[in-house]
């Protein structure tokens, strides 16, 4: 059975600083990753996905995840945070194949500090 | 840009009344999710449809909650009898699949249904 697991709840960072938000999952099969975004008062949107190759992803508003196997990891990264980049961030992992539905982490919620 | 439609985007009611939420889906998308967010229990997959038809309803209160596809265009979510702890933001999304199989494609929201009751 898959799952995913975000560490962190909050992450607070000050504006223009690095960010990373952790992501581990666990399968016995390959897996499809995901990152959406939640802003206040909407739904989740996606900001990128790993489906096969480049274990290097890049996604909207300059973030990228590296997907790394044998850690079971998909964080995702951003050299320098906006304020606008404040929202809540969901990992999310399907199986290859299947029946199963994509499962969610429960979420990180990223706040830039002017 | 395509959007998946939810109505109403807020509903207050009282315990014991019928609420129904509705969804237009993204035109061509045939996969349909209902999700239901809250504080303590984060994301929880309530249904989904493919090709309007129910893959998985295990994730929803039989009892109360009902989900439907009358058409393509239209997915309902309605719980009846409503109770206080029914108090949350529904979302449904939209995406692409093929049989039974999961999809990889990823799956597009509505801004959600946030539903109090009294």
């Known amino acids: 059975a898959q799952s995913v697991t975000q560490l962190d709840s909050q992450v607070p960072v000050f504006e223009e600083a690095p960010v990373e938000l952790r992501c581990n999952y666990s399968?016995?099969?390959?897996?499809?990753l995901f990152w959406y975004v939640q802003y206040p008062n909407q739904g989740l949107q996606l900001l990128l996905k790993y489906l096969s190759g480049s274990t290097l992803v890049k996604g909207i508003n300059g973030f990228e995840a590296e997907f790394n196997k044998s850690q079971t990891s998909f964080h995702l990264r951003k050299p320098s945070v906006h304020i606008s980049d404040t929202a809540e961030y969901f990992c999310a992992v399907l199986e290859w194949g299947g029946y199963q539905k994509v499962t969610f982490g429960t979420g990180t919620k990223l706040q830039v500090i002017p | 840009d395509a959007r998946v439609t939810q109505t109403p985007r807020h509903k207050v009611t009282e315990m014991g009344q019928e609420v129904t939420m509705r969804c237009q889906p993204i035109?061509?998308?045939?996969?349909v999710f209902w999700y239901r967010q809250t504080m303590m229990q984060g994301l929880e997959l309530l249904a989904y449809?493919?090709?309007?038809?129910?893959?998985?309803d295990s994730g929803m209160p039989k009892d109360r909650f009902s989900a439907e596809m009358p058409d393509a265009t239209l997915a309902t979510l309605k719980i009846q009898p409503s109770e206080p702890r029914d108090s949350a933001v529904y979302f449904c999304?939209?995406?692409?699949?093929?049989?039974?199989?999961?999809?990889?494609?990823?799956?597009?929201f509505g801004d959600g249904t946030r539903l109090s009751i009294l």
């Open positions: 449809f493919r090709n309007r038809a129910p893959l998985d």
């Open positions: 999304a939209s995406g692409l699949g093929q049989g039974q199989h999961n999809s990889n494609q990823p799956q597009h």
């Open positions: 035109l061509g998308h045939n996969t």
């Open positions: 399968s016995s099969v390959s897996v499809y």
